[in-house]
């Protein structure tokens, strides 16, 4: 039966706990302090009775949480009571789950800790029960660790005006204080402002330096320094600017078939610095432009002809180069070579007699990106001399050829870069020439008709007599001339009949110089 026993001098009232006991029954008892045995008086018979307590823990002192160094030993004190004597348990809360540990056991009334690890952090309870009851009392370990970091410092390079970021992770408990130490060459140590911190874990941190817009004069070394009193670390950033500029903007020109112009314009990001130069590459070869104006031409020469370069600009300032602008274009140059197909040596015709040849020059395939001038046509008998005619147009004809020969004729084309090369040998039998005319054959030959032959000729025998009418009047003036005139009174009258040529003057005459007027029958031939 339980009961409730208050204590008055040295008699102690019980009240009993049972409602199946009468009160009435129990008036005194007297106690033994050593055994706690109560003598129960009743008011018909005596009895004895066992009193207990429950069980209770107390600590030494009134702090419930223990910091301990890593690696160190702490001694904890606790009483823990009851009657009878009570067992107790030291239990460690893991993940909201109590859990009995091995590792730290009561021994009397030390719990002893050590040597502690990070692991060993948390909140345990102290567990103590008997048969009347139990009861639970917790306190926390924390367990210390110096400053320390697991980042590892490393160099950057940025453009100018760009968004850099720094990293620093630091882990300790207590937590450590990081600050962030800014160094230039030639000037002093800058602490920069506090930056932002960001929870890990336990006892583990992240602090994030930030910077916008970054120039040249935020180069140097960023140290990111932990300390937390127990421990300290550092890491190093060391930051290098590299404002080179963006890409040019690049253009074609001009294109012939030796040299092309490329025309270069500033880029829109030029890293905040002047322009210096550019950098024109093309098949492995390597033209540096000084940067006079925003805008510059650079005239590339000595290109081969049909031929397809690539281009590639870069754009510096005094930090370097930035990305290439990359261009290409294909040269022009002369014409191609005229080449005959079958069908187009068969259209070569003879014309109307024998010794005329007519055909029309094929399309060329590439004409040098201009208008094709004229056309050079060379032809020559079969180891005779070569003649030469230039022409406008595709159409050709070719005349005062000799019949029955075999010439080779070779065309080549012409632009504003020149003649292009000759035409592979084209062969043109002329056949011999006929009565009848034109003969027809694969080529069509127009000669000169014999009709011309006979009329220079006639030409030549002309020409002979009157060379020699023109001597014999020549000798009748000079002998009239010479003859004597004793008597200028005596008047002789002569007929002479001469001739007066087509555009001979009158006065020229000798006979009319004489003022002489004579009359003759005498001829001449």
């Known amino acids: 039966t339980s009961v409730q026993v208050h204590s008055v001098g040295q008699l102690l009232t019980i009240n009993p706990m049972d409602d199946t006991l009468d009160r009435t029954q129990y008036k005194y008892a007297a106690l033994d302090q050593q055994s706690l045995v109560f003598t129960l008086v009743y008011e018909t018979k005596w009895a004895t009775v066992r009193l207990g307590r429950n069980a209770s823990v107390q600590f030494q002192t009134m702090q419930r949480h223990f910091a301990i160094n890593i690696g160190s030993v702490q001694?904890?004190?606790?009483?823990?009571?009851?009657?009878?004597?009570?067992?107790?348990?030291?239990?460690?809360?893991?993940?909201?789950?109590?859990?009995?540990?091995?590792?730290?056991?009561?021994?009397?009334?030390?719990?002893?800790?050590?040597?502690?690890?990070?692991?060993?952090?948390?909140?345990?309870?102290?567990?103590?029960?008997?048969?009347?009851?139990?009861?639970?009392?917790?306190?926390?370990?924390?367990?210390?660790?110096?400053?320390?970091?697991?980042?590892?410092?490393?160099?950057?390079?940025?453009?100018?005006?760009?968004?850099?970021?720094?990293t620093c992770n630091a882990s300790g408990n207590p937590q450590p204080n990081v600050t962030w130490i800014f160094t230039s060459a030639g000037q002093q140590p800058l602490e920069l402002p506090a930056q932002r911190i960001i929870l890990l874990g336990a006892h583990r941190y992240r602090s994030v330096l930030r910077l916008d817009n970054v120039w040249r004069s935020d180069e140097g070394i960023y140290q990111c320094n932990i300390d937390n009193g127990l421990g300290q670390a550092q890491v190093d950033y060391t930051l290098s600017m590299n404002c080179a500029p963006d890409y040019p903007d690049v253009n074609i020109l001009f294109v012939s078939n030796d040299t092309v112009t490329v025309f270069?314009?500033?880029?829109?990001?030029?890293?905040?610095?002047?322009?210096?130069?550019?950098?024109?590459?093309?098949?492995?070869?390597?033209?540096?432009?000084?940067?006079?104006?925003?805008?510059?031409?650079?005239?590339?020469?000595?290109?081969?002809?049909?031929?397809?370069?690539?281009?590639?600009?870069?754009?510096?300032?005094?930090?370097?180069?930035?990305?290439?602008?990359?261009?290409?274009?294909?040269?022009?140059?002369?014409?191609?070579?005229?080449?005959?197909?079958?069908?187009?040596?068969?259209?070569?015709?003879?014309?109307?007699?024998?010794?005329?040849?007519?055909?029309?020059?094929?399309?060329?395939?590439?004409?040098?990106?201009?208008?094709?001038?004229?056309?050079?046509?060379?032809?020559?008998?079969?180891?005779?001399?070569?003649?030469?005619?230039?022409?406008?147009?595709?159409?050709?004809?070719?005349?005062?050829?000799?019949?029955?020969?075999?010439?080779?004729?070779?065309?080549?084309?012409?632009?504003?870069?020149?003649?292009?090369?000759?035409?592979?040998?084209l062969v043109v039998v002329t056949p011999k020439c006929s009565s009848s005319g034109s003969q027809p054959v694969e080529i069509w030959i127009v000669t000169v008709i014999a009709i011309v032959e006979a009329i220079a000729i006639l030409i030549i025998v002309v020409v002979y007599l009157h060379t020699t009418r023109k001597k014999k009047k020549s000798s009748d003036r000079r002998e009239v001339k010479e003859r004597s005139v004793p008597d200028m009174s005596v008047v002789y009258e002569s007929v002479v009949e001469t001739r007066i040529e087509p555009g001979e003057s009158l006065t020229a005459n000798p006979l009319y110089e004489s003022q002489t007027t004579m009359k003759t029958t005498q001829h001449t031939d």
């Open 264 to 425: 270069t314009s500033e880029p829109l990001y030029t890293g905040g610095l002047p322009i210096r130069n550019y950098s024109i590459t093309y098949n492995s070869r390597t033209v540096f432009v000084d940067a006079v104006s925003r805008t510059v031409e650079r005239r590339i020469e000595n290109l081969d002809p049909w031929t397809r370069y690539t281009f590639s600009v870069k754009a510096f300032n005094i930090f370097g180069s930035g990305p290439a602008a990359v261009i290409s274009t294909t040269t022009s140059g002369a014409p191609d070579r005229i080449v005959f197909s079958h069908s187009e040596q068969v259209a070569v015709k003879i014309s109307e007699g024998c010794r005329e040849v007519a055909f029309v020059i094929p399309n060329i395939q590439r004409n040098g990106g201009g208008l094709v001038l004229e056309y050079e046509v060379s032809y020559s008998p079969t180891g005779g001399r070569t003649m030469v005619m230039a022409i406008v147009g595709r159409n050709v004809l070719i005349d005062n050829l000799k019949e029955n020969q075999a010439y080779i004729i070779e065309i080549r084309a012409k632009n504003v870069y020149g003649y292009g090369p000759l035409s592979q040998p």
């Open 75 to 166: 001694t904890i004190t606790v009483t823990v009571t009851g009657m009878p004597v009570s067992t107790a348990r030291i239990l460690f809360k893991k993940n909201s789950t109590h859990v009995e540990t091995a590792k730290y056991q009561l021994q009397g009334d030390v719990i002893q800790f050590g040597p502690v690890k990070e692991s060993d952090e948390g909140i345990y309870f102290v567990r103590a029960f008997n048969c009347f009851g139990c009861v639970f009392e917790n306190f926390t370990v924390s367990v210390l660790t110096p400053a320390s970091t697991d980042t590892r410092g490393s160099n950057i390079t940025s453009e100018c005006n760009a968004t850099v970021t720094m």
